[in-house]
């Protein structure tokens, strides 16, 4: 029992710190227990250095409740200061969290910088400038092609793809065995793409391909398809044979819809497909999903 439940608890963390939106739990003493990659990259304050601690006034403003008034789907926007001391704009979101009993022992608080508001989705990013290179490119290359489609070119969708084991292993065997990862992980990708495919890292341990497959089924099955190929995928380090698979949530753009709900859609649906094991395919506006194992 104790085991199952130090698995579940890796496993929140996990997709906790894979979220691209900050995420901060603070007990009932309003002191630090949870701090995510996205919070370190946004703010430049590192986990170590926050745990257990209040909140500095540098970000106390994520703490603030909003008025009684205020929409909670909306936000409240606030000023935080990073470490190096510039001020970020930023949406904040709290919630008390409560017992089965119903008494309060913490707060919940999930906050982006306000300038990201109508941004496209990306994946966590440590703030790797050859990553946020490669993301700011790729989302060029995004618009450009849902141009094309908006103007009745060729259909698109897009594949969001999540190594199953990236933040587990980063922490395990370190960076150098993460990059081994991610190489090895991109070369058994680009095994599978169409002629007309493009692929490119998307966050840390995330890669989005850009698809043009005719229907949301046939999307769906070519992301089975990279899903069986990333599950014959391993490399050995220090001696050690490490296997991987992947999450992924495609998305198929419609007319009517912006690119960013198309890729939170995607972003959405991998997610999902994490939550529900790994190691499958999730179709976004479809009511099932889909196994990489068929």
């Known amino acids: 029992m104790a085991k199952r439940m130090s698995d579940h608890a890796e496993l929140l963390e996990s997709a906790l710190n894979n979220l691209p939106e900050g995420m901060a739990l603070l007990d009932r003493e309003s002191k ?23 909140l500095p006034a540098a970000l106390a403003g994520l703490a603030t409740n909003p008025p009684p008034a205020a929409a909670p789907t909306r936000g409240l926007l606030v000023q935080v200061r990073h470490k190096l001391e510039h001020e970020i704009p930023a949406i904040t979101r709290s919630c008390v969290l409560h017992d089965e009993l119903g008494e309060p022992i913490g707060t919940a608080i999930h906050f982006h910088p306000a300038d990201r508001l109508d941004a496209l989705p990306h994946g966590a990013c440590s703030g790797e400038e050859e990553l946020q290179e490669t993301q700011d490119e790729f989302e060029e290359r995004l618009r450009a092609e849902f141009e094309d489609f908006e103007n009745g ?3 698109l969708g897009v594949l969001w793809i999540a190594i199953d084991q990236g933040a587990g292993l980063r922490k395990t065997h370190g960076m150098g065995a993460f990059r081994r990862m991610l190489d090895t992980m991109k070369r058994s990708l680009a095994l599978g793409l169409r002629p007309a495919d493009e692929l490119a890292r998307w966050g840390d341990d995330e890669f989005l391909i850009i698809a043009h497959e005719r229907t949301p089924q ?10 069986g ?16 698979t992947v999450s992924i949530g495609a998305a198929q753009a419609r007319r009517e819809q912006a690119l960013a709900e198309l890729l939170r859609h995607a972003r959405e649906s991998m997610q999902t497909a994490m939550l529900e094991g790994g190691n499958r395919v999730t179709l976004a506006h ?9």
């Open 32 to 54: 630090l227990v949870f701090w995510n990659e996205s919070a370190e990259a946004m703010t430049g304050f590192a986990r170590a250095e926050l745990l257990q601690q209040t």
């Open 153 to 155: 070119g060729e259909p």
């Open 218 to 227: 046939m999307l769906a099955a070519h992301g089975r398809v990279l899903a």
């Open 229 to 244: 190929l990333a599950r014959t995928t391993d490399f050995r380090w220090w001696g050690d044979r490490i296997s991987l």
């Open 286 to 294: 479809h009511e099932s999903a889909l196994g990489s194992e068929a």
